[in-house]
């Protein structure tokens, strides 16, 4: 649902039904990283209500396509932080296999699996 | 870092403060699991009251994957593609010392449900198949996945009840699909939580016996002692990991001036612990594909 003046398209609220932080502040943050943005921001009106307004200024673009570009872009940064974290838990299985394979007792400490985007 | 069956740590660099935020929301809240959640009782004749009970056992974690079911709606009938259900009955003999009820007594009925629906109809055909409280089309044994495992709680020494000598507990339990948002029970993790790397940054160089009171004061050993020759020594951070940031390090006169502590702000050190339905790695790509599909979401909505 989309509240904004009918002659300005780069500014307009957005009310989303049935979400809450946790995209909010996701999508909110993705639409900081893009340069077309001037004010971005998202508020709920009453915790008791599953719903979302989250404003959007732009620097002329309108704001409906800015929006959907950030969504596109977390959903892009979750599959690259999918393929990383599958990655990540196949390589330190792998190791942790290798080390068990070794029938020595050598003490094995932990290994540093870390991702980097 | 470590992945066990049960909980796992790992570290997520150069992701941002709310994106991890939703991932940690969504594992708590939005993973769906499998929990019971209607208890048709038919005898309880034990101290535990009815609702109690019921209670008790909707909070037994139940080693399914939840994937492999549907949500059950309110028009939805019971059918093995929504719902697993459990059968309790323990008696104790008069006579016999006092028994304690564990969740390995909770046994999977894969036929659907035994108990019989009263009908009022007196016209029904007294030859057709009893109705019961679940309309299963086929047997559960026979999907693939459950023939090797069978359904059973993850934990086979919960404590459900106590009976004395005399009573019993005879009762259906039916598990369905639900996310934590509704009810805790339906959370998949134990808990699972993130914080970030903490940064000790050394201003000054710190030698002799201000680097010997520096290495005394950290509880869990952060600093180390390394020589420089000449018989100077010198502190140095060596794991900044086990920095718990309990400050006892820069109390004191003048610390604050020699020790920073601070934390690194894209670096998140995350720990999951799995309740036992999933392993906690496929929970947190459960997790990420549950973001990726919020936001499809939001997208269709507003195209």
Not at chain 1, 41 to 53: D, K, M, T
Not at chain 1, 105 to 116: C, I, L, P, R, T
Not at chain 2, 30 to 47: C, Q, Y
Not at chain 2, 54 to 83: C, M, W
Request: aromatic share 6%.
């Amino acid at each position: 649902m989309e509240h904004g003046s009918f002659t300005d398209n780069s500014a307009a609220t957005f009310s989303l039904t049935d979400e809450d932080h946790t995209i909010a502040n996701a999508v909110r943050f993705t639409l900081n990283q893009d340069p077309r943005v001037t004010f971005c921001g998202y508020s709920i009106p009453h915790p008791s209500e599953a719903r979302v307004n989250i404003r959007v200024q732009t620097t002329g673009d309108p704001a409906r396509e800015v929006l959907k570009d950030a969504c596109q872009n977390l959903m892009l940064m979750c599959r690259h932080v999918r393929c990383t974290f599958d990655k990540a838990v196949e390589d330190f299985k792998a190791s942790n296999a290798v080390k068990a394979m070794k029938i020595d007792s050598q003490d094995s400490s932990g290994d540093d699996s870390e991702e980097s985007e | 870092v470590r992945l066990n069956e049960d909980d796992m740590e790992f570290d997520m660099i150069g992701i941002d403060a709310a994106i991890a935020n939703s991932f940690r929301r969504i594992l708590i809240a939005e993973l769906p699991t499998m929990a019971i959640e209607k208890v048709l009782i038919a005898n309880n004749t034990s101290i535990i009251q009815d609702e109690v009970l019921a209670h008790r056992l909707g909070l037994v974690p139940i080693r399914v994957d939840p994937r492999l079911f549907d949500y059950l709606s309110e028009n939805d009938q019971p059918n093995e593609k929504n719902t697993v259900v459990f059968k309790l009955h323990v008696q104790c003999k008069r006579g016999s010392p006092r028994i304690t009820v564990k969740s390995d007594a909770l046994k999977w009925l894969p036929n659907g449900s035994e108990l019989v629906k009263e009908t009022r109809n007196a016209t029904s055909d007294s030859s057709s198949k009893p109705e019961t409280y679940t309309y299963f089309g086929c047997s559960q044994e026979t999907i693939p996945e459950f023939v090797k495992n069978p359904i059973i709680p993850k934990y086979p020494d919960i404590i459900v009840a106590k009976l004395g000598p005399g009573q019993e507990i005879e009762l259906e339990a039916h598990a369905v699909k639900g996310i934590g948002k509704t009810h805790a029970k339906w959370s998949p993790v134990a808990t699972a939580w993130y914080r970030m790397l903490p940064e000790v940054v050394l201003l000054e160089d710190i030698e002799d016996d201000l680097a010997e009171e520096l290495k005394s004061k950290c509880p869990v050993n952060v600093f180390d002692i390394e020589d420089l020759g000449k018989g100077r020594r010198r502190a140095t951070v060596a794991r900044p990991r086990a920095c718990t940031l309990c400050r006892e390090c820069i109390r004191g006169d003048d610390w604050e001036k020699r020790v920073a502590l601070r934390r690194v702000k894209d670096h998140f050190i995350f720990t999951i612990e799995s309740t036992g339905a999933l392993p906690p790695e496929v929970l947190f790509t459960e997790a990420v594909k549950i973001l990726e599909d919020k936001c499809e979401r939001v997208i269709t909505e507003l195209s």
